[in-house]
């Protein structure tokens, strides 16, 4: 499985574009607060280079042309997610969007559930029955932070309960945390 990850954080990354990126996540809801936007700002200002380091690591794995399919696991901050389906779907023409094709029966909180995460999340995942009309062999998994791996683990694992065919997975994501 290839992989890559744009930065991972260190307290002297904190300052930095992508280091932005945990804390906005974790108050998302409150954009629109005044205090967040110096946080917004840095990041905002960082994002051209964060899409072109992003897509060059994206095409160490996939052609422009090439037909593959992504999805963006859900996400309590659609902020980031958004961000990085349009950089996907702008630059690979032949990329197919499945994100739509997931959701969530209740609302995970993957940072706080620790060691509960990957079952909490396994239970909650509902996916589409659009999802197995379609034929996948290459499958791109999205994501914005990277903590433990569990969300990329759990589609990867219930993806692979729905097809027997061997699907070649990859994925990237902006931040590393841990």
């Not at 607060?33 to 897509?55: A, C, Q, R, T």
């Not at 349009?86 to 990329?95: H, R």
């Not at 239970?123 to 791996?149: C, E, H, P, Q, R």
Request: with cysteine; proline share 2%.
């Amino acid at each position: 499985m290839l992989h890559f990850t744009l930065c991972e954080y260190t307290p002297e990354k904190s300052s930095t574009a992508l280091g932005k990126i945990n804390f906005l996540k974790k108050n998302c809801t409150s954009f629109k607060d005044p205090s967040i936007k110096p946080f917004l700002d840095v990041f905002e200002n960082g994002l051209i280079k964060i899409k072109k380091d992003y897509i060059i690591e994206m095409k160490k794995i996939y052609s422009v042309e090439e037909e593959f399919h992504f999805l963006v696991p859900v996400s309590s901050c659609d902020y980031f997610v958004n961000k990085i389906k349009q950089w996907i779907s702008n630059e690979f023409a032949n990329a197919v969007d499945l994100s739509s094709c997931f959701t969530e029966n209740q609302k995970i909180d993957m940072a706080r559930l620790g060691i509960n995460a990957e079952e909490r999340l396994t239970m909650s995942l509902v996916i589409s029955n659009d999802l197995i009309s379609n034929t996948i062999s290459k499958l791109f998994i999205a994501d914005d932070v990277y903590s433990t791996g569990t969300s990329i683990k759990v589609y990867k694992n219930k993806i692979q309960e729905l097809f027997n065919d061997k699907i070649e997975f990859s994925y990237g994501t902006l931040i590393k945390t841990q």
